[in-house]
């Protein structure tokens, strides 16, 4: 059975990743619409992957006594400046992400709750996996300077399509 303050905390989460996979699916809305097929695509997984981490969150909070609520989540920015903008934006929510699962993790100890700590321990890889990956993605923006987004656009289609999210 989940504490009062795991369930608020971990509910918390389901918000977090609901506005996570919304995020990326502006940016995936904004790429598509100016015809940046393969960043379009990478972003579109993206918001994929964050619906199955607000669903794992659910689940979970479900499985172990809690309530889940389905929570009402911001809209995300409509416009970004550029590509490299906008993955410096994934980066930077992806941070606030890893600082919020860690605290998560801090919250088990101090309640004693070692299941959920193992449990969130998938999160804890995942969130190096996911800010790596968008850091590979952003060297790789600067190696081809800006006059290269066709190969980038290319490249990372290419990522996608062997199934391959790391960078
Ligand atoms: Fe579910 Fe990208 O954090």
Known sequence: MLTK?????????VEKEGYAAQLYLAMASW???KGLEGISNWFYAQHMEE???????????NERGGHAV???IDQPPREFKGVKQAFE???EHEQMVTKSINNIVGIC????DFTTQ???????DEQLEE??????????LDLLGDGNLYLFDRDIMAMRVAGDTAV
């Open 5 to 13: 303050k795991l369930e608020k905390v971990l509910n918390e989460q």
């Open 31 to 33: 790429a598509d619409s």
């Open 118 to 124: 193992n449990w969130i321990q998938w999160f804890v």
């Open 131 to 140: 800010e790596s990956s968008v850091q590979g993605l952003l060297d790789k």
């Open 109 to 112: 100890l101090e309640e004693k």
């Open 70 to 72: 389905v929570p009402k």
């Open 51 to 61: 619906i199955q981490h607000m669903l794992k969150f659910i689940k979970y909070i």
């Open 89 to 91: 934006a994934s980066l």
